[in-house]
């Protein structure tokens, strides 16, 4: 059965809506502020365990022999496992591209440093990691591959040699005549780009406590996991249990952003616990476990890159070639990042032609993973550059350049060369707005005072896109087969009038049960605190994926509101029955079921819920008793991906017009960003406080890969970041305190017109900030092209001779 969505907030059924589009106090706070929201390591089971894993040493070795036995006899260890255990009871976890995964502990051969090889559970962690000293490995250490282009080359280290290639994928993908574009074009520019691996570091690691069932063969895992319905599917193929045997409940948990996978942990977990014959085992991921082996390291990634364009700034042919190294395996997904910027692989610019050449390659590092924003950042960075050397060549102001290259504001829905549609927008109106708010004018008057002073002043203006709503579809290059991702709720009402809304996801920060109470409050003409959201199990809640892909406030808005819409078709039958006239003539307004014009001819919501609950003898033959109904959203006109990858992926479009200004120590190299201004269009603003405080926080994520966080490896494939002493991130003075304004562009595709707006600024900040340090250093003729610009880099840069034709045509 359909339901009728509202594509606008006026088509709420209330008279003015009070709540949503407002910034109203979050419901989620009060369990945060005092201290009772229920975290996985605040859990404790009787007969708990706690687990503590022995990792690899080395980046590539084989396991010669592996002696457990001095660890089984320590008092308190209850149950030891290995890469034997791996092998009788599990499969190898789902990979992208599938035959590149591996099991949770190494069997044979280790292929990163950090590779789980045994796992022990005992009656405390602490004699856990006591019983790993007694367990005895023997390596023999073997050659690694740790650069991407050494591991492409014949006789390189394999790390899976039933492949016999590093190359996980190389394909060309050509949309449109690019040669010709190319042959064509007044100017042609070209660079190469490094940015290097960073990733997500949620205070809260990951942690989960397994239960696995001898008498059933079921499982149960509690966790601080992202997606629970993806985890239960992933657990059932990998242990071999009927999916209805694998109970996931996710936690309240601290910031994901890709960085709560912890499938390893969770199979290793599970592996001890069917071991030790039921005990619940838990295991809390430490710092250095996660910096060295768990889910948040991403884009390792090299560029070639080079823009066709005529001499009055007109952008007509683009070209980016990408080598990522996706780390020892495709298990933890890291290769969907590169498959993501077909969604907006051309920006916000009506670039008619483009060309995507993609190796993805497998090396003795930690596998990567999904991150904040799942690739477009680093094309946006290199895409907004080669912006920046046309525009500095041709002596065209950047924003100029910008504009004349827009897609206007009147060609929406606008197909992109790589096949994504974007909804709506008005870039123009953003950047004009983003002029006007920094005083632009003034910002460059003030850089040229710096200059002439011999200070190292820039600015940087960027426009990025966010592809919001994602859909299996955008990852088919690498092997995701799909179309539909859906989010389901359940609505219902007490006959008190209070609502329920049941979901799959677990509390993580972003403020969605507040938006569901909002979206409830109006719809039902209640208040907030009239409306409890239920996180429920994956064996209890409709269908979900939860929080990803700047998805859930659009998806989680669709299911909330089909969901009232069917309960509101039962409502409406109960009350004409009630009233005695054809349903046709009732209808739902101000939280009351009412005959319009009839005055004394309506109910109160919930009179006409306690009738269905209490008096069914009252009720219209055939209706269902229940005050409740169940929705599963999913995106419309989502297309299969063609020969060239092109596919309407991505539902919604949201754009961003940064500018920032900074200044670099001509001594040390190091930037202090004076000013920030940011315009953003996700369409309909929910809650606009949720919108700012996701803005916010993409600002800071994206300053910390600008300018700070980087996993280091050495040439044997030894990783030298092992804590946040050596892995930095930007502390509240790094960030600054933006300036922020909003523009609304409703999207014609989606509830309310909104659109996903949860990876937000890092698609923008990095850009920016890299754009104001080269226009800083554009003086010098010299350009940063590897991120993070460190002081370091910055500082061995402004020692490098002059180049005085850099950024110059080829």
């Known amino acids: 059965m359909a339901a009728d969505i509202p594509k606008r907030i006026e088509d709420l059924p209330a008279s003015e809506p009070r709540f949503i589009g407002r910034s109203v106090p979050r419901v989620e706070d009060p369990l945060l502020l005092s201290g009772r929201a229920r975290f996985v390591d605040d859990l404790s089971f009787p007969g708990m365990l706690h687990c503590a894993i022995l990792r690899s040493p080395y980046p590539h070795a084989r396991i010669a022999s592996l002696d457990a036995s001095a660890a089984r006899e320590l008092p308190g260890v209850v149950a030891v496992v290995d890469g034997t255990d791996a092998g009788r009871w599990t499969q190898p976890g789902p990979s992208a591209p599938e035959g590149w995964g591996a099991p949770c502990l190494a069997i044979g051969t280790v292929r990163f440093v950090g590779e789980p090889v045994a796992a022990v559970a005992a009656t405390s962690r602490a004699l856990a990691e006591d019983a790993l000293e007694r367990i005895v490995v023997d390596y023999e250490p073997l050659p690694a591959a740790v650069d991407p282009f050494e591991a492409m080359?014949?006789?390189?280290?394999?790390?899976?040699?039933?492949?016999?290639?590093?190359?996980?994928?190389?394909r060309t993908f050509t949309w449109g005549d690019v040669e010709a574009a190319f042959a064509g074009a007044d100017r042609v520019y070209r660079e190469r780009f490094r940015w290097h691996r960073l990733g997500a570091n949620p205070l809260e690691t990951?942690?989960?406590?397994?239960?696995?069932?001898?008498?059933?063969?079921?499982?149960?895992?509690?966790?601080?996991?992202?997606?629970?319905s993806h985890m239960a599917l992933g657990r059932s193929l990998v242990h071999g249990l009927p999916s209805n045997r694998v109970r996931i409940v996710a936690q309240p948990h601290g910031g994901s952003f890709g960085g709560k996978g912890g499938a390893r942990g969770t199979d290793i977990a599970t592996?001890?616990?069917?071991?030790?014959?039921?005990?619940?085992?838990?295991?809390?991921?430490?710092?250095?476990?996660?910096?060295?082996?768990?889910?948040?390291?991403?884009?390792?990634?090299?560029?070639?890159?080079?823009i066709a364009v005529r001499s009055d700034g007109l952008v007509t042919g683009l070209r980016v070639e990408l080598v990522e190294d996706i780390g020892a395996t495709g298990e933890n997904f890291g290769a969907l990042s590169a498959a993501k910027p077909l969604a907006s692989f051309t920006g916000c610019y009506a670039i008619p032609v483009a060309e995507y050449r993609l190796t993805l390659v497998v090396t003795h590092k930690l596998p990567t993973s999904p991150y904040r924003g799942l690739g477009p950042p680093p094309h946006n960075l290199v895409l907004e550059q080669m912006l920046d050397v046309a525009a500095r060549d041709l002596g065209i102001d950047p924003g100029e350049l910008r504009r004349r290259n827009y897609i206007p504001s009147d060609r929406f829905p606008y197909t992109i060369a790589s096949g994504n549609e974007y909804d709506s927008g008005d870039y123009v109106a953003a950047l004009d707005r983003v002029l006007e708010l920094s005083d632009y004018a003034r910002l460059r008057r003030e850089q040229a005072e710096a200059r002439a002073q011999g200070r190292l002043v820039g600015i940087g203006l960027v426009s990025t896109i966010e592809p919001g709503v994602f859909d299996w579809n955008a990852y088919a290059i690498v092997g995701v087969a799909g179309t539909g991702v859906p989010e389901g709720a359940t609505v219902g009402i007490d006959m008190l009038g209070r609502i329920v809304v049941r979901v799959g996801f677990a509390l993580e920060g972003q403020g969605q049960y507040t938006v569901a109470a909002q979206l409830l409050a109006d719809y039902f003409g209640v208040e907030p605190g009239d409306v409890r959201v239920v996180p429920q199990d994956t064996l209890s809640a409709p269908p979900h994926f939860g929080p990803g892909g700047s998805r859930l406030g659009v998806a989680l808005t669709g299911a909330v509101l089909g969901a009232a819409d069917r309960l509101r078709e039962k409502l409406v039958r109960v009350a004409a029955h009630l009233?005695?006239?054809?349903?046709?003539?009732?209808?739902?307004?101000d939280g009351r079921l009412l005959v319009p014009g009839v005055a004394g001819a309506e109910l109160p919501l919930a009179q006409v819920a306690g009738t269905m609950l209490a008096r069914s003898d009252l009720l219209?033959?055939?209706?269902?008793?229940?005050?409740?109904?169940?929705?599963?959203?999913?995106?419309?006109?989502?297309?299969?991906?063609?020969?060239?990858?092109?596919?309407?992926?991505?539902?919604?479009?949201?754009?961003?017009?940064?500018?920032?200004?900074?200044?670099?120590?001509?001594?040390?190299?190091?930037?202090t960003i004076g000013g920030y201004w940011i315009v953003d269009d996700c369409g309909t603003r929910l809650n606009p406080a949720n919108v700012d405080g996701m803005i916010q926080g993409g600002v800071a994520q994206g300053i910390g890969a600008a300018l700070l966080e980087e996993y280091v490896y050495d040439e044997s494939g030894q990783p030298l970041v092992t804590s946040l002493m050596d892995y930095l991130l930007p502390a509240i003075h790094d960030v600054p305190e933006t300036v922020k304004a909003?523009?609304?562009?409703?999207?014609?595709?989606?509830?309310?017109?909104?659109?996903?707006?949860g990876e937000s600024a890092i698609h923008t900040t990095p850009a920016a900030v890299l754009c104001a340090?080269?226009?800083?250093?554009?003086?010098?003729?010299?350009?940063?092209?590897?991120?993070?610009?460190?002081?370091?880099?910055?500082?061995?840069?402004l020692r490098e001779p002059r180049t005085s034709g850099a950024g110059g045509p080829l």
Do not use: M
Request: charged fraction near 20%; aromatic fraction near 8%.
């Open 620 to 671: 219209p033959a055939g209706i269902d008793p229940r005050p409740e109904a169940t929705y599963a959203w999913t995106a419309s006109g989502r297309t299969p991906a063609d020969e060239q990858g092109r596919a309407k992926s991505y539902l919604t479009a949201a754009n961003a017009c940064h500018c920032v200004q900074l200044e670099i120590d001509r001594e040390t190299g190091l930037v």
């Open 773 to 797: 340090i080269n226009d800083a250093l554009a003086p010098l003729g010299v350009r940063a092209t590897e991120i993070p610009a460190t002081p370091q880099r910055l500082w061995r840069l």
């Open 271 to 306: 592996l001890l616990s069917r071991k030790a014959g039921g005990a619940p085992v838990k295991w809390i991921e430490d710092r250095t476990e996660y910096l060295i082996a768990g889910g948040g390291q991403a884009w390792d990634r090299h560029y070639d890159a080079s």
């Open 742 to 757: 909003a523009l609304v562009t409703p999207s014609p595709f989606t509830p309310l017109g909104a659109k996903g707006a």
């Open 579 to 589: 009233l005695g006239v054809p349903a046709g003539q009732v209808e739902l307004r």
């Open 206 to 228: 990951f942690g989960v406590v397994a239960q696995w069932d001898p008498v059933e063969g079921s499982l149960t895992c509690h966790g601080s996991f992202q997606s629970p």
């Open 153 to 170: 080359q014949p006789g390189a280290a394999l790390l899976f040699p039933e492949q016999g290639s590093n190359v996980v994928l190389q």
